[in-house]
């Protein structure tokens, strides 16, 4: 169930647009940032709002990389490994969430903390390689720094 | 050369619009309000400017075309999906100097009479969206936005989008399908967004970078303006360099500028003076160069006269010890990524692409699979909708054209290898 303050944010962003579908992907980033990912209820109930189609619904948000379908980890960690990155070291750095967190892409932490999406280009080539974590940019990422950074979520 | 869009940025607070006003800003937006609609879209036609998404359109004609239709409302929209590896040229301006595209959004849109606005921000740039949805606010507040512009009886109404992650909708009519709460698949063209774009209306979209040229134009006029950079191509253009340089970063330089100089030069050269052996000078779909090419003037006009294309001006570096196999399989595996599905040729043929080169780096390429990379991409280019395969094609065929003795060196250790 959608709480009542994110079936009132997407009612405030439906008002910005012409017409009801082009509210669509930023309701579903509301729904997002509520639930972590968006459940198939989620989408269901977002279609019944924005009065769009629930197999619409549905092929627009699996379209997207950063939509989740399901559920992920307390924080999500996006790693850069696009040329830029790749040339400067994410590869290492992919090797080394795995050594010390067991992290595989697509993957979780047993405990739940971390999950793992590699990424496509994220814009930060000239301090490459980099990472988002949560909404969070972390760039020049060496062995030692993603390991100091990571230390402070929790 | 003096900053024009990297103006004032070393100031903690560039984004504020107080500090904006203070350095001058919105008094272009001002200026234009003196003028006619068709008087600022013919001062735009006049400077030369070209739109810097990477297709070098010229930015006037564009706005020619949708003011010539008569249908409304008209949308101005800006693409902020700055998504082509190697590009982050636009995010100093959407960081530091949102205010510079908001004026130059409320240029464009005055002159193009559309009264309403988006700002499509790729969803990888969290940080931009809460500084314009700040400076969109502030704006408002001050009466740049509005039903009643500085109570000139302008309209414009502005919002930032944020996109989710498709590297396809930076292709406009994908942008548009995306805005529409679709899957960002491009469109056919003819008709185009001049004419049929946002909700089927006339829509003109222009990059960050371009908009945020349209107060400076204004603001020194349109014959000052060209005389800035290459003829047929003018204004300061933002390169952003990366990969190994002593520098990596943002560079405002005059049009024109050549590759070695902004690498050896503004960049500082090779990291620990190793040596050059290529670069991407326009972002992962613009040909490669060797590194005896890199003479050369970087605007739109002369890169295709030397084997390339200025592209989204995402200059990347490599020095002599890259795999520059590794470099294109990582490349091809992106754009397979990034296909929409709509076109066969592309949804098909890349993923074929990226499986030949999956094990010719991997050491088990074949004696004839160089040529079959090359009839694949072939089969691809012309024939999709919009350009993503043909910049696949495009980024192997001149890999394999600058470096075939690396493809080649890699399947003969991989034979000798199994052969033992």
Redesign the interface.
């Known amino acids: 169930m959608l709480s009542e303050n994110t079936v009132k944010e997407i009612g405030l962003i439906r008002s910005?647009y012409?017409?009801?579908?082009?509210?669509?992907?930023?309701a579903?980033?509301v729904v997002q940032r509520e639930h972590g990912w968006l459940s198939p209820e989620a989408l269901k109930e977002v279609g019944e709002i924005l009065n769009?189609p629930k197999a619409e619904v549905k092929?627009?948000s699996t379209?997207?990389?950063?939509?989740r379908h399901k559920p992920i980890g307390r924080h999500l960690i996006?790693l850069c490994?696009?040329?830029?990155c790749?040339?400067?070291g994410s590869e290492n750095l992919l090797n080394i969430l795995k050594d010390r967190y067991g992290l595989e892409p697509n993957g979780t932490t047993v405990d739940g903390r971390f999950s793992l999406v590699v990424?496509?280009?994220?814009?930060?080539?000239?301090?490459?390689p980099a990472m988002?974590v949560d909404?969070d940019?972390h760039d020049n990422l060496t062995e030692k720094r993603i390991t100091e950074i990571l230390e402070s979520y929790k | 050369m003096e900053k024009i869009l990297l103006r004032n940025i070393e100031n903690p607070d560039s984004a504020d619009i107080n500090e904006y006003i203070k350095a001058g800003g919105y008094k272009a937006l001002l200026k234009a309000l003196e003028f006619k609609p068709a008087d600022i879209v013919g001062e735009v036609r006049k400077s030369g400017i070209r739109g810097r998404g990477g297709a070098g359109f010229p930015t006037g004609m564009k706005w020619a075309f949708a003011s010539a239709d008569p249908k409304k409302?008209r949308y101005i929209l800006c693409n902020a999906d700055?998504?082509?590896?190697?590009?982050?040229k636009d995010?100093p301006i959407l960081e530091k100097n949102p205010h510079l595209l908001i004026e130059g959004m409320i240029i464009s849109g005055y002159a193009l009479e559309a009264e309403?606005g988006y700002i499509y921000l790729?969803?990888?740039?969290?940080?931009a969206k809460g500084i314009l949805n700040a400076a969109v606010e502030q704006a408002y507040e001050k009466g740049y936005l509005g039903d009643n512009i500085l109570g000139k009886g302008v309209r414009l109404h502005l919002?930032v989008?944020?996109?989710?992650?498709?590297?396809i909708c930076g292709e406009e009519t994908a942008l548009i399908e995306?805005?529409?709460?679709?899957?960002?698949q491009p469109r056919i063209k003819p008709p185009f967004p001049v004419n049929e774009g946002f909700?089927s209306k006339p829509t003109v979209i222009n990059n960050v970078e371009t908009l945020a040229n349209i107060p400076y134009i204004i603001e020194i006029g349109a014959d000052a303006y060209a005389a800035i950079g290459s003829p047929d191509c003018p204004g300061p253009k933002l390169f952003?360099?990366?990969?190994?340089v002593k520098r990596?970063?943002?560079y405002e330089l005059p049009m024109g500028v050549s590759l070695r100089d902004i690498i050896y030069n503004h960049s500082g050269g090779i990291l620990d003076d190793k040596k050059l052996k290529a670069v991407i000078p326009g972002g992962?779909s613009t040909p490669i160069l060797p590194a005896d090419a890199i003479d050369c003037p970087m605007d739109f006009v002369n890169m295709p006269k030397h084997g390339s294309m200025l592209g989204s001006g995402?200059v990347?570096v490599?020095d002599e010890t890259?795999d520059l196999v590794k470099?294109c399989y990582?490349?091809i595996k992106?754009f397979e990524?990034?296909s929409?599905g709509k076109c066969t040729p592309c949804r098909e043929g890349v993923g074929w692409m990226r499986a030949i080169l999956e094990r010719i780096s991997g050491g088990s390429g074949t004696a004839g699979d160089i040529d079959l990379l090359i009839e694949v991409s072939n089969n691809i280019t012309g024939k999709t909708f919009c350009p993503l395969g043909d910049g696949a094609a495009m980024t192997a065929q001149n890999f394999i054209k600058h470096f075939r003795n690396e493809f080649e060196k890699k399947i003969n250790n991989g034979s000798v290898k199994r052969a033992a």
């Open positions: 910005k012409h017409d009801a579908q082009s509210s669509l992907l930023p579903l980033y769009v092929g627009v379209f997207y990389a950063m939509f996006q490994t696009n040329v830029a790749m040339i400067m990424m496509e280009c994220i814009g930060a080539c000239g301090t490459a988002l909404t940019f | 409302p700055e998504g082509e590896p190697g590009t982050f995010r309403y790729r969803g990888e740039y969290p940080a919002s989008h944020q996109g989710a992650g498709a590297y995306s805005l529409e709460g679709k899957r960002g909700l952003s360099v990366s990969g190994h990596p970063g943002v992962i995402a990347m490599f890259v470099i990582r490349a992106f990524h990034e929409c």
